[in-house]
Nanobody, 127 residues
Framework: VQLQAFGGGLVQAGGSLRLSCVMSGRTFSTYAMSWFRQAPGKEREFVAAISWNSDSTYYADSAKGRLTISRDNAKNSVYLQMNSLKPEDTAVYYC?????????????????????WGQGTLVTVSS
């Protein structure tokens, strides 16, 4: 399985970015997907999760109202739309996949839940 994330870059505070992650090697629709991020010197933290058929989403408090996770199973892709970006959003963003059933048992913010990880894409927000 390969997860490839892209779409990061340098943006000014208040700006927007859209991250994408494409899965290959597995049936994408059998996985729930999430985004995590890791800032310099900090632990990896959960951002958002989405169920296999988009009937449910879950966000970290820091993401609510500004970041939106979505997916397109026909394109084997998951997205993270990021608006009103802040300097504290600066991090490497990772997409991750877990089997679709485990999403509904909770604990989606735990990295150990996930079987596959992308390589990360860097988002830098300047003040």
């Amino acid at each position: 399985v390969q997860l490839q994330a892209f779409g990061g870059g340098l943006v000014q505070a208040g700006g927007s970015l859209r991250l994408s992650c494409v899965m290959s090697g597995r049936t994408f629709s059998t996985y729930a997907m999430s985004w995590f991020r890791q800032a310099p010197g900090k632990e990896r933290e959960f951002v958002a999760a989405i169920s296999w058929n988009s009937d449910s989403t879950y966000y970290a408090d820091s993401a609510k109202g500004r970041l939106t996770i979505s997916r397109d199973n026909a394109k084997n892709s998951v997205y993270l739309q990021m608006n009103s970006l802040k300097p504290e959003d600066t991090a490497v963003y990772y997409c991750a996949a877990q089997p679709w059933k485990t999403y509904y048992s909770g604990s989606n913010s735990s990295p150990v839940r996930y079987d596959y990880w992308g390589q990360g894409t860097l988002v830098t927000v300047s003040s």
